[in-house]
């Protein structure tokens, strides 16, 4: 194996959203030296690999940053950072006018104003907004990217950052990166649960699938303090396809129904999680399958949806052309996909204050990673990039970090190695353990299996075998860096379950039916919980640490 040490003032670990906008916004005000490292391939990675038809989070004419704080707030019944909120809120016009800028093509009306979808929406054609944020970002004179190296810890000496670990998935090399300062903009974590569709189709789900909660694996390990990793997300999307139904509810108004006609979504609410709770309670009681409802709407929206989806999940499109009838003709069926942790839709991740910095010194989070702010999407993971990235340009000014200590890197490099050698083999395979582990998830922590629902009994049976999982994946063995890969993201997915299992039994109450369903504590507890469930990993153990609310007006940085 070979190795290559590489010296950058600022790391960059994810070339997706939020990364590529922290390099454009570094290099525009700094000539500090950037190194990106992206697992994939920067041109088409991450959530905007295969493009968005619109940018959720935007502030339409007529309302405020501070109403968009108000509707995330109330989507997650109170558990929010409302600082960290405003903060990405007063920044997501000036991103989307840059974006504008870089080559996307935002629709407009006939006197120049942008086309909204709803209060909060833009319509776009952004098949190719990952491609035009990529080629800004190639075009940087002190940005250096790596595509195809997989960052897989952190080297932290004395609660300060000062470079990362990764392997060249191509060109089986491994790299001890030094760096002044690292931005962490992975993505979140699917994978950790049974998926709604098995075997080859197993990928066919709402969030990217290779997305493996490496940023926050990471972090956990190393000690850095994580947020409200109880609130799953659950997405409510088209049955088999896994197609997006935010273009139906609001592009053409579909409502939720059940097999007997009834719209029932106003029955239980209308928050992300009572959408999926509505959804599974009335196939529960009989009263599925769900649907929305399509039926009726003209010719011109029946065209308008078979495009928008041939652009963005082509595989409903061609269903309703096998099926001979358009969404005109038909409903559309429903359901919730298995739970993932994402901080851009709920708000899981780094516990930061406002400049973005976590709890270890000269490390800073964008985007999905960053807890306490959810409903960011694209525009929000722009607005933290460029938050971290002006954090970053700071921080560097007055600190400098020491040289990655040398056991340390033989370390990582012998437990490569070690993953590499025949002798170690277990008779396991990675794709075995990775199965175990969903099926654990899904029968013990609240999957589709159990209607999202569980218990603490169940999740203490859940953190026994995923521990089980945690020693065999000790005992893994890869042909090639490919497969090396695939051991480090198990292992990442592991380390972020027992995270979730943990958060999950430490909230006594039932706050977001579905997200977080817990059988023992079925309703909600103002009186003890309406606070923010952290953890921190000390001594082999997540200690749980909870903390007050951030409200409007307020402000917690660090130095608190």
Same mark, same amino acid.
């Given at each position: 194996?070979?190795?290559?040490?590489?010296?950058?003032?600022?790391?960059?670990?994810?070339?997706?959203?939020?990364? +590529?906008?922290?390099?454009?916004?570094?290099?525009?005000?700094?000539?500090?030296?950037?190194?990106? +490292?992206?697992?994939?391939?920067?041109?088409?990675?991450?959530?905007?690999?295969?493009?968005?038809?619109?940018?959720?989070?935007?502030?339409?004419?007529?309302?405020?940053?501070?109403?968009?704080?108000?509707?995330?707030?109330?989507?997650?019944?109170?558990?929010?950072?409302?600082?960290?909120?405003?903060?990405?809120?007063?920044?997501?016009?000036?991103?989307?006018?840059?974006?504008?800028?870089?080559?996307?093509?935002?629709?407009?009306?006939?006197?120049?104003?942008?086309?909204?979808?709803?209060?909060?929406?833009? @319509?776009?054609?952004?098949?190719?907004?990952?491609?035009?944020?990529?080629?800004?970002?190639?075009?940087?004179?002190?940005?250096?990217?790596?595509?195809?190296?997989?960052?897989?810890?952190?080297?932290?000496?004395?609660?300060?950052?000062?470079?990362?670990?990764?392997?060249?998935?191509?060109?089986?090399?491994?790299?001890?990166?030094?760096?002044?300062?690292?931005?962490?903009?992975?993505?979140?974590?699917?994978?950790?649960?049974?998926?709604?569709?098995?075997?080859?189709?197993?990928?066919?789900?709402?969030?990217?699938?290779?997305?493996?909660?490496?940023?926050?694996?990471?972090?956990?390990?190393?000690?850095?303090?994580?947020?409200?990793?109880?609130?799953?997300?659950?997405?409510?999307?088209?049955?088999?396809?896994?197609?997006?139904?935010?273009?139906?509810?609001?592009?053409?108004?579909?409502?939720?129904?059940?097999?007997?006609?009834?719209?029932?979504?106003?029955?239980?609410?209308?928050?992300?999680?009572?959408?999926?709770?509505?959804?599974?309670?009335?196939?529960?009681?009989?009263?599925?399958? +769900?649907?929305?409802?399509?039926?009726?709407?003209?010719?011109?929206?029946?065209?308008?949806?078979?495009?928008?989806?041939?652009?963005?999940?082509?595989?409903?499109?061609?269903?309703?052309?096998?099926?001979? @009838?358009?969404?005109?003709?038909?409903?559309?069926?429903?359901?919730?996909?298995?739970?993932?942790?994402?901080?851009?839709?709920?708000?899981?991740?780094?516990?930061?204050?406002?400049?973005?910095?976590?709890?270890?010194?000269?490390?800073?989070?964008?985007?999905?990673?960053?807890?306490?702010?959810?409903?960011?999407?694209?525009?929000?993971?722009?607005?933290?990039?460029?938050?971290?990235?002006?954090?970053?340009?700071?921080?560097?000014?007055?600190?400098?970090?020491?040289?990655?200590?040398?056991?340390?890197?033989?370390? @990582?490099?012998?437990?490569?190695?070690?993953?590499?050698?025949?002798?170690?083999?277990?008779?396991?395979?990675?794709?075995?353990?990775?199965?175990?582990?969903?099926?654990?998830?899904?029968?013990?922590?609240?999957?589709?299996?159990?209607?999202?629902?569980?218990?603490?009994?169940?999740?203490?049976?859940?953190?026994?075998?995923?521990?089980?999982?945690?020693?065999?994946?000790?005992?893994?063995?890869?042909?090639?860096?490919?497969?090396?890969?695939?051991?480090?993201?198990?292992?990442?997915?592991?380390?972020?379950?027992?995270?979730?299992?943990?958060?999950?039994?430490?909230?006594?109450?039932?706050?977001?039916?579905?997200?977080?369903?817990?059988?023992?504590?079925?309703?909600?507890?103002?009186?003890?919980?309406?606070?923010?469930?952290?953890?921190?990993?000390?001594?082999?153990?997540? @200690?749980?640490?909870?903390?007050?609310?951030?409200?409007?007006?307020?402000?917690?940085?660090?130095?608190?």
């Amino acid at each position: 194996m070979k190795t290559e040490k590489i010296k950058t003032d600022i790391l960059i670990i994810g070339g997706g959203t939020a990364g +590529c906008y922290a390099a454009l916004t570094i290099s525009e005000h700094s000539d500090a030296k950037v190194l990106i +490292c992206e697992k994939a391939h920067i041109k088409r990675s991450g959530c905007l690999a295969a493009g968005v038809n619109a940018l959720n989070a935007y502030i339409v004419e007529g309302r405020t940053p501070q109403d968009y704080v108000d509707y995330a707030r109330k989507d997650a019944d109170e558990i929010v950072r409302e600082d960290l909120l405003l903060t990405m809120s007063e920044r997501l016009n000036s991103v989307t006018e840059r974006l504008e800028q870089l080559g996307l093509v935002i629709l407009k009306d006939e006197n120049g104003k942008y086309v909204t979808r709803g209060n909060r929406n833009l @319509k776009i054609n952004g098949e190719n907004i990952k491609p035009i944020l990529a080629k800004a970002v190639k075009g940087l004179s002190n940005v250096t990217i790596l595509n195809r190296v997989n960052i897989i810890d952190y080297s932290v000496s004395d609660n300060r950052i000062n470079g990362a670990f990764g392997i060249g998935i191509e060109n089986d090399t491994f790299y001890i990166i030094e760096a002044n300062a690292v931005i962490i903009a992975t993505g979140g974590a699917a994978g950790l649960y049974k998926p709604n569709n098995p075997g080859f189709s197993r990928h066919k789900m709402w969030y990217p699938p290779f997305n493996t909660g490496a940023g926050y694996a990471m972090g956990i390990r190393a000690g850095a303090e994580m947020t409200t990793f109880e609130m799953r997300f659950i997405a409510l999307r088209c049955k088999d396809t896994i197609a997006p139904t935010g273009t139906l509810a609001q592009g053409v108004g579909a409502k939720q129904v059940n097999s007997l006609g009834e719209v029932y979504e106003t029955k239980y609410g209308l928050t992300t999680s009572e959408r999926v709770y509505g959804t599974v309670n009335e196939n529960q009681e009989g009263r599925g399958p +769900c649907y929305l409802r399509t039926e009726g709407i003209t010719p011109e929206q029946d065209e308008s949806l078979i495009k928008a989806y041939l652009n963005m999940a082509p595989s409903q499109t061609l269903k309703w052309i096998e099926s001979g @009838k358009n969404p005109s003709q038909q409903n559309v069926e429903i359901e919730g996909t298995e739970p993932y942790i994402v901080g851009g839709h709920t708000a899981s991740g780094y516990w930061v204050d406002t400049k973005r910095a976590t709890t270890i010194k000269g490390l800073y989070a964008a985007g999905d990673v960053a807890g306490g702010c959810p409903q960011k999407y694209v525009t929000g993971a722009l607005a933290e990039g460029e938050i971290a990235a002006l954090s970053v340009i700071d921080f560097i000014k007055g600190h400098t970090s020491a040289a990655i200590d040398d056991e340390l890197a033989k370390e @990582k490099i012998s437990e490569a190695e070690r993953f590499l050698s025949k002798d170690s083999a277990s008779g396991f395979t990675t794709e075995q353990l990775e199965e175990a582990m969903q099926t654990v998830m899904d029968s013990y922590a609240g999957g589709i299996k159990t209607n999202y629902r569980f218990n603490e009994k169940q999740l203490d049976i859940a953190d026994a075998k995923i521990q089980g999982l945690q020693k065999l994946s000790d005992g893994l063995h890869a042909e090639d860096f490919q497969e090396l890969m695939y051991i480090y993201e198990l292992r990442e997915r592991l380390t972020v379950c027992r995270s979730v299992i943990a958060h999950l039994k430490a909230r006594h109450e039932t706050r977001w039916h579905s997200f977080a369903e817990n059988l023992d504590y079925p309703e909600k507890d103002n009186e003890h919980f309406l606070k923010y469930v952290n953890s921190r990993y000390e001594n082999g153990e997540l @200690k749980i640490i909870f903390r007050d609310l951030v409200k409007g007006g307020e402000s917690y940085e660090h130095i608190n």
